[in-house]
Each structure stands twice: as structure tokens, then as C-alpha cells.
């Protein structure tokens, strides 16, 4: 194998490596417009997800440069992605409600 090819490798790992990475380790927070409510997705193209989240409902959710706040109300994992619901409203409904629609369903015999 020649020297070219071998960098030309090494550099096709590191780089495949680097995005992985960069993939995995991300999060984003998306917000709730007119409530205290937000969602932290962590995980593997969790960009991705809070993009489709604002996509999905655009007049009610944007994506929120500042560090979430509040209480954490849930913690759900889904796929390789982690969603952490957080509110500061006084009765934290927003946020309750979110926690509710994002939990798995279960089915009842």
C-alpha cells in the first residue's frame, strides 16, 4: 500500500469518526412559544430532530439559542436520542402536557 493511500485512510477514518461523534454528542433545546416550556434532545442527530420538532408545529415551537431552565418533568429516551422536558410556569401545564404526548403508548387489554 502506498504512503498516499494510507493518509488518504487515515484521514476517511478520523473525518467518519469526527462526524460520529459530532452526531452523537450534540443537543439542541427547542422552545414553546407564549409558554416557559422546553425540550432538550441529546444524542445521536438530535439537531435533526429539534429541526423536524419546529418543522412539525412552527407557530408554536422555535429553536432556543439559550440554555434551558426550570424544573425537569420528564426524561425519555427514545431510540438513541434523550428528551428532557423542563418548565417554569406556575402550574408547569405546558410542560405536563408535552411529557404526556411524548411518553410510549401502552396498550390496554
Known amino acids: 500500500m502506498s504512503k498516499s493511500v494510507l493518509i488518504l485512510l487515515v484521514l ?5 469518526a469526527g462526524w460520529y461523534v459530532r452526531g452523537r454528542s450534540g443537543s439542541c433545546v427547542v422552545g414553546v412559544n407564549g409558554a416557559e416550556a422546553t425540550v432538550t434532545i441529546s444524542g445521536f442527530r438530535s ?3 429539534c ?3 419546529v418543522r412539525s408545529r412552527p407557530t408554536e415551537t422555535y429553536i432556543r439559542q439559550s440554555p434551558p431552565e426550570g424544573s425537569v418533568l420528564c426524561e425519555i429516551q427514545r431510540g438513541r436520542s434523550r428528551y428532557v422536558v423542563r418548565d417554569r410556569g406556575a ?4 410542560g405536563r402536557a408535552m411529557c404526556a404526548s411524548m411518553q410510549p403508548s401502552t396498550a390496554r387489554k
Open 12 to 16: 476517511a477514518v478520523c473525518g467518519g
Open 91 to 94: 402550574l408547569m401545564v405546558v
Open 47 to 49: 439537531k435533526a430532530a
Open 51 to 53: 429541526e423536524e420538532m
